[in-house]
């Protein structure tokens, strides 16, 4: 693409640059030659041909900018469409996937109520209602890509937070690496979507894990 634009800037330059020395050239001998027939081309003769070389110098670098510019607009211009593409089906999924998904968190939260009085199963249904409610978070991410859903800011300690996710960070670590979190002495309040910022917690523990193929301890560590 550039070596095309180049080319283009150029042929631009050439053509001025041609047409004005043909002109200068032509208008002088016109002017002069007819009436001289020894004639040589004058200071001035030079002097403008030197400034149309300079000036179509000047033409091939303006020319080459706008054309740079005209290109990166058109490359953004493509790049958008194909993210708001993109973003459409990204939303159609996301709904759909949330239709399944609803079904899935209350049935679940109907058989851990029924199984009170078994543990074991008590426990397998809790873990498709977080498996569930896991993936309406990842849900509401997809909306929030496909700008369907904006950004809620709201107030909140980040360690509550992380100490509440932290059920969920232990299943999502797997069995070989163990996650450990301190609660800061002091509460830090931060202003933050929930679901972005559960997934950036998530993923600092997935990108742990698999740094971590032989298992190990994701742990936080306060350094101010």
Not at 101 to 104: I, M
């Given at each position: 693409?550039?070596?095309k634009?180049?080319?283009?800037?150029y042929?631009?330059?050439?053509?001025y640059?041609a047409?004005?020395?043909?002109?200068?050239?032509?208008?002088?001998?016109?002017?002069?030659?007819?009436r001289?027939?020894?004639?040589?081309?004058?200071?001035?003769?030079?002097?403008?041909?030197?400034?149309?070389?300079?000036?179509?110098?000047?033409i091939?670098?303006?020319?080459?900018?706008e054309?740079?510019?005209?290109?990166?607009?058109?490359?953004?211009?493509?790049a958008?469409?194909?993210?708001?593409?993109l973003?459409?089906?990204?939303?159609?999924v996301?709904?759909?996937?949330?239709?399944l998904?609803?079904?899935?968190i209350?049935?679940?939260e109907?058989?851990?109520?029924?199984?009170?009085?078994?543990?074991?199963?008590?426990?397998?249904?809790?873990?498709?209602?977080?498996?569930?409610?896991?993936g309406?978070?990842?849900?509401?991410?997809?909306?929030?890509?496909?700008?369907?859903?904006?950004a809620?800011?709201v107030?909140?300690?980040?360690?509550?937070?992380?100490a509440a996710?932290?059920?969920i960070?232990?299943?999502?670590?797997?069995?070989?690496?163990?996650?450990?979190?301190?609660?800061p002495?002091?509460?830090?309040?931060?202003?933050?979507?929930l679901a972005?910022?559960?997934?950036?917690?998530l993923?600092?523990?997935?990108n742990?894990?698999?740094?971590?193929?032989?298992?190990?301890m994701c742990g936080?560590?306060?350094?101010?």
């Open positions: 693409m550039f070596r634009i180049d080319l283009a800037s042929r631009i330059a050439a053509i640059c047409a004005g020395l043909v002109y200068i050239w032509l208008s002088d001998w016109i002017v002069v030659g007819e001289s027939p020894d004639w040589r081309p004058g200071i001035e003769t030079l002097k403008g041909s030197l400034f149309v070389i300079a000036s179509a110098v000047r091939a670098w303006l020319a080459r900018r054309m740079r510019h005209f290109d990166n607009a058109l490359r953004v211009s493509h958008a469409q194909r993210m708001e593409a973003g459409r089906i990204t939303s159609g996301a709904h759909d996937f949330n239709n998904l609803t079904l899935v209350s049935n679940a109907i058989l851990e109520q029924e199984l009170a009085d078994q543990p074991e199963q008590r426990a397998c249904a809790a873990s498709i209602l977080s498996a569930g409610e896991r309406a978070q990842l849900v509401t991410h997809l909306l929030t890509f496909a700008r369907e859903r904006p809620r800011l107030e909140m300690d980040i360690g509550e937070r992380i996710l932290h059920p960070l232990e299943r999502s670590a797997g069995a070989g690496v163990s996650v450990s979190f301190v609660p002495e002091v509460p830090i309040r931060v202003l933050s979507d972005q910022l559960d997934a950036a917690v993923n600092l523990v997935i742990a894990r698999d740094a971590m193929p032989a298992g190990g936080s560590r306060r350094m101010l």
